[in-house]
């Protein structure tokens, strides 16, 4: 029995992982017909794993069943979710490991037959949607008993995630066609946009955390992200250039390459990298996105961080009342390639101290006669209100440049997040 190239050397497999799911990764916002988008993950997937085989079932709500979708028979299997491992995996929702399938009752019942091989091994990962909503079934085939260890139950998940991403683009594209009437178009993108901004503030010992996003049209090319991974708080503000729908995939589509690349171990230097090189190939050459993306070790009080464009970047010590503002370390995302990756920025956090990434919609809030609101209103804002909570302080600086522009709408997506770390 040959040994899998992950056992050999576990770093290689990891970065060809990543590299190969990210190259996809730029396809999941192309107009692709999904089992064809689906299948490829599905080949992507083999290698990353190593796998002789894989299968992709979906589900269908309305059915209550799965259906095979890769690889392509006609017509194509189905199974009830009380049916074979496939089924079992859907009710439960959790990765399960069979080491020898024919020693398997479950498998004997409901086997898979592909054809060129024996499956002695299977591997089964649920996709789940943003909503937590069921989406299907992947299942990973060797022809090895015990093939499968903890790395590729590492992986799989990755990649179900990946799919999840592309099975959504999918139902909300068809959505948005089966609708006449643009204002239900508009509302579908708004609600699949919406969903995935955080549902809640993550907790975060010692800190107050709080995010915003007030788009100005139904959709905005805005995102935020705040996230615990691995012991530290991963931090993410995106603005696409535009306005709509597009933007809004762009930015999602960013923040998903982002969570595929932390998930397969890459530090923060190499995610930037690979996800603005993806960006560059796949963004129209007027189209890029400014981001900040950063981790915060709340052990140590420490941030570091990227930041491609955005800016300026508020640092408000509390200790002394002042506000240190940073300029963007590096051009927009998907401007131009990177051929190396570059050492992330470092700042300490002191007992609260706030740190501050807000978009241009609240910079840029300006009055009829175009003064804008500017860092000197966001300041203002912050030396009188920064012992406050978090959520407080956004709705005030929200008010405030409201309140400074008059009558005059808001003209740019509004959207920031603020962590301040608690004084002791």
Known sequence: MSIPKHLENPNEITRESLVQILEIMHRLAAPEAMPELLREIIEVGKVAIVAEAGVLWLFDRSAEQLTM?????DPPPKLTLEQGWAGKCATERAISNVSECREDELFRQYPIQLMGFETRSLLNVPIVGQDDSLLGVMQWLGEHPQQFDEH????????????????QHSYMTDELLANAILEQEVAVAREIQMSTLPREMPNV??????GLFLPTDHTGGDLYDLVVLDGRLFMLLGDATGHGFGPALSATQMQAMLRVSFRLGADLDTAYMQ??????????DDRFITAFMGFLDFQAHAVEYHSGGQGPILHFRAADEECDWYSPTR????????????????LALAPG???????????EYATADGQEFGEEGVKQVFLKHHRGSMASLSET???AARA??????????????LVRRLPE
């Open 69 to 73: 979708v890769a690889p392509p028979i």
């Open 152 to 167: 590729d139950e590492w992986v799989g998940p990755a990649l179900a995630a990946q799919a999840a991403v592309a099975i």
């Open 205 to 210: 010992p010692g800190y107050d955390v709080h």
């Open 275 to 284: 996800v603005n090189n993806q960006l560059e190939e796949d963004l129209p």
């Open 331 to 346: 051009f927009p995302m998907g401007v131009m390639a990177m051929d190396e990756t570059m050492s992330a920025q470092h």
């Open 353 to 363: 101290d706030i740190l501050a990434l807000i978009s241009d919609g609240i910079y």
């Open 397 to 399: 600086l929200v008010s």
């Open 404 to 417: 400074f522009a008059g009558d005059v709408p808001q003209a740019d997506d509004v959207t920031m997040v």
